[in-house]
């Protein structure tokens, strides 16, 4: 940018230098000559002009883009606040965040790829595959990783009973 800041200023003072030469100008060759001159160091000036409009063109969308970075970072930053990195009964790392949600304190969690990619996915149970292994299966709404949780309750006396009816 400097460079064709400095381009530019080269040519306005050749062009200024022109000028006084076409104003000291005694016959009209000399007049013509100038005017030839001035016409082509202008011409050089208008280039170095709407090189340094584009510059700042692109210095602006680079502005834009950088300013929409750091709103991306900073509202990442205020979403992921509490959320630390927990492992659950099962093994798995997770990051998790405790919320009040209708009266009852919830531990909310947070799939760590996604969060990694400074997105919070909350983790939900799973469907498909409610159960593998003795654990409880959650999955990534985003990516659709699949995590074992905690394990699966023992079933209670009363409910084998029933079973077996």
């Known amino acids: 940018m400097i460079a064709e800041f400095t381009a530019a200023m080269a040519a ?5 230098s022109l000028a006084k030469v076409i104003s000291d100008a005694k016959t009209e060759a000399e007049v013509n000559a100038a005017v030839s001159d001035m016409i082509s160091k202008l011409t ?3 280039r170095e002009c709407m090189s340094l409009v584009e510059l700042a063109r692109s210095f602006q ?5 950088l300013k929409a970075k750091i709103a991306e970072f900073e509202n990442f930053k205020a979403d992921s ?7 659950t009964e099962a093994g798995t790392l997770v990051y998790t965040v ?14 760590p790829h ?4 400074k997105k919070i996915s909350i983790l939900q149970p799973g469907v498909d595959k409610a159960v593998k292994g003795y654990h409880l299966i ?3 709404p985003s990516c659709r990783t699949e ?3 905690g394990k699966v309750p023992p079933i209670q006396e009363s409910a084998i009973s029933r079973l077996a009816r």
Request: with cysteine.
């Open 61 to 65: 969308d680079e502005n834009v883009t």
């Open 138 to 140: 959650h999955f990534c």
């Open 147 to 149: 995590f074992k949780m």
């Open 81 to 87: 606040e509490g959320y630390t990195l927990n492992k």
């Open 12 to 16: 306005i003072k050749e062009t200024a």
């Open 114 to 117: 996604c969060f990694q990619q």
């Open 98 to 111: 405790n919320k009040l949600i209708n009266g009852e304190q919830v531990a909310v969690n947070a799939c």
């Open 44 to 46: 050089s000036v208008q």
